[in-house]
């Protein structure tokens, strides 16, 4: 942008901030490209964003990013606390530069007990109903997985799916070791497996003292009714209940749901760890750590520290439960925040900053496992520094600060030219960046054309660069040798881009790892960096996962490209039939999962239908 047209704009961007208003919302910037910038609340929308645009003395990457500013959206709320929580459903949705970001790559898991006459109890990620009752989220798969065992050796709760509940005729081998008490064949009644499942429930809600005293009373029932054999059962039940609560050293007694959060910065970095307590049961801890650290927009009158876990609270609840306490290592005053968490779950939450007894040993513990991952984090950075900068060394690339170097590798992956997908993966900073990955369709080729397959792919990726302010990136990796570097330096040359850019990794004799081999699109010669070569170490790293995330998504189109055929092989099954098919059973196993009856109740499918479709896929 030259300066005439920047301060063309700037005129503009404040011909629009003297008319907003001066009421509670939320702001967003945006660059020349588009791209967003920065999300911001505030409490007064005009005061606010005048502010970023006044004379006065700015921080120099405020000013940086205020320079960029092309435009600005903004969205007036009814209230500051319904403001911050747009303000971070839109920073996890829109990642901006400039805002400190919380990353969620995966949810968090539940346990949870089916709502059936005779409930199981399952491990569980996604979305949650009201036909289940769900418990948690607990902080990891092994969490969950310990509180499953404990359920089926205390309550002896069923595991199995429900195909295999509903076909058993005799009891399996977790009744034999006394970890289920065989509904599926009626040893147990619905009323007294229905007691247990409560009993379970109320275990994870914390109230092992009134399960205790529950089975204490129930046993000494049946024994005062001459019932000796289902008191013994019930025993082995209070037993079993004793030993885990007697080795649990972390019970929590009145301390039900609890989240302890610790946020330690170092060394450039910050992390957060969450460490949960559910049920009064002390279930471990999750690290996190923010991006944008070093670009994002600080608050002077707060520490980092503080604007770290301020950010953590507002992104890691925004669509999650909370508990009624949390537990901070760091203390601040934000009514703000904790309003609108408050007004998201429904009911008080009490920020604890300084906790006693065995709260503050909970802290303790959660401030120590930070420092730990933040240090293992930061040493893993460090070797990542060093290939980046063998790297660099190594191809002649010279570039101020390696942190900025980007990398975009290419892959293609097809089954005898079927499904041909390829994919584009990027490292930046150091780290493989994956929200920026794509996969792209390929199609219109010969089947099994790679070369073909590999200009397309480039073309689509790179055709939009020309003429516009884009930067490219710093180096392209292609996963092949000669043939597939000359596709690529053919498309450059054509797009008018520069052809340096390009570096095949050829497989070495035997395709071993090791003995790769860099090939260049200009003039020089071919480099081999040796099986102890840093600089290969990352090469491979980045080919590895170009090649790890093209072969994912060929195999995700075969496999549906393949249900849908065998499905289109069916006589009387149309695109509509299939549709309703696939809709209410997932997938194909599914289809071929169900009986004839649960297939006649998708509309449009008869008895003879049914019974077609069910012989078909069997």
Not at 17 to 39: E, H, I, M
Not at 424 to 443: D, L, P
């Amino acid at each position: 942008m030259t300066e005439s047209a920047g301060n063309a704009s700037h005129r503009e961007l404040l011909k629009v901030v003297r008319k907003l208003p001066n009421l509670p919302g939320v702001y967003r910037y945006f660059d020349a490209s588009d791209r967003v910038l920065y999300v911001g609340k505030a409490r007064d929308l005009k005061k606010r964003v005048s502010s970023y645009f006044q004379k006065t003395a700015q921080s120099p990457r405020i000013k940086m990013m205020v320079e960029r500013i092309a435009r600005l959206e903004t969205t007036v709320t009814r209230s500051e606390a319904e403001a911050l929580i747009l303000e971070n459903n839109l920073i996890k949705s829109l990642q901006p530069r400039y805002n400190i970001l919380f990353r969620d790559d995966k949810s968090y898991p539940y346990l949870k007990i089916t709502g059936e006459a005779y409930p199981r109890i399952v491990y569980y990620r996604g979305a949650i109903d009201r036909k289940n009752q769900y418990f948690g989220p607990f902080p990891n798969a092994w969490a969950v997985r310990e509180s499953i065992e404990i359920l089926q050796k205390v309550f002896l709760l069923r595991t199995c799916e429900d195909s295999v509940f509903s076909n058993r005729t005799r009891p399996c081998l977790l009744h034999q070791i006394k970890r289920c008490s065989a509904p599926c064949v009626r040893l147990v009644s619905e009323t007294d497996y229905q007691r247990d499942v409560e009993n379970a429930a109320r275990f994870l809600r914390g109230e092992q003292s009134d399960v205790l005293e529950e089975l204490e009373t129930r046993m000494q029932e049946y024994a005062s009714h001459l019932e000796f054999e289902e008191a013994a059962m019930v025993r082995n039940q209070i037993a079993a209940l004793s030993q885990i609560l007697h080795q649990q050293s972390m019970e929590a007694g009145r301390d039900t749901d609890v989240d302890i959060i610790a946020a330690v910065v170092e060394g450039g970095r910050a992390c957060v760890n969450l460490a949960m307590v559910r049920g009064g049961r002390h279930l471990g801890d999750r690290a996190s750590f923010p991006s944008n650290l070093q670009d994002a927009l600080k608050d002077d009158d707060e520490t980092i520290e503080v604007q770290v876990l301020k950010a953590f609270l507002a992104q890691h609840y925004a669509d999650r439960s909370i508990p009624r306490t949390l537990i901070l290592n760091i203390e601040f005053d934000e009514p703000a925040l904790v309003k609108a968490l408050m007004e998201q779950c429904g009911h008080t939450i009490h920020l604890v900053f300084q906790p006693q007894g065995l709260r503050r040993q909970w802290l303790e513990m959660a401030q120590k496992g930070a420092k730990m991952a933040l240090e293992r984090v930061l040493h893993q950075e460090s070797a990542q520094l060093q290939r980046t900068q063998a790297l660099l060394e190594q191809i002649g690339l010279d570039i101020e600060d390696p942190d900025t170097l980007r990398i975009e590798a290419f892959d293609i992956s097809h089954t005898q030219g079927e499904s041909t997908q390829a994919s584009c993966v990027v490292f930046q900073h150091h780290a493989m960046q994956n929200g920026e990955y794509r996969r792209y369709n390929i199609s219109n080729i010969v089947p099994g054309d790679d070369y073909a397959a590999m200009r397309q792919v480039l073309i689509r990726r790179y055709e939009k660069f020309v003429g516009s302010e884009n930067k490219m990136p710093d180096l392209v990796l292609i996963d092949g040798g000669k043939g597939q570097v000359e596709a690529a330096r053919q498309v450059f040359a054509e797009l008018g881009h520069d052809i340096s850019l390009i570096v095949g990794v050829a497989k070495g004799e035997g395709r071993k790892v090791g003995l790769e081999t860099l090939v260049f699109a200009d003039d020089r010669p071919s480099k081999e960096l040796g099986k102890d070569s840093a600089a290969l170490m990352l090469v491979a790293q980045i080919r590895d996962e170009a090649h790890r995330f093209a072969i994912t998504g060929m195999r995700t189109k075969r496999d549906k490209k393949r249900q849908t055929s065998r499905l289109e092989e069916i006589e009387g099954v149309g695109a509509k039939r299939r549709q309703k098919l696939l809709a209410r059973f997932g997938s194909l196993r599914g289809v071929a999962d169900a009986s004839v009856e649960d297939l006649m109740s998708v509309d449009g499918i008869s008895r003879k239908l049914a019974q077609q479709i069910y012989n078909q896929l069997h």
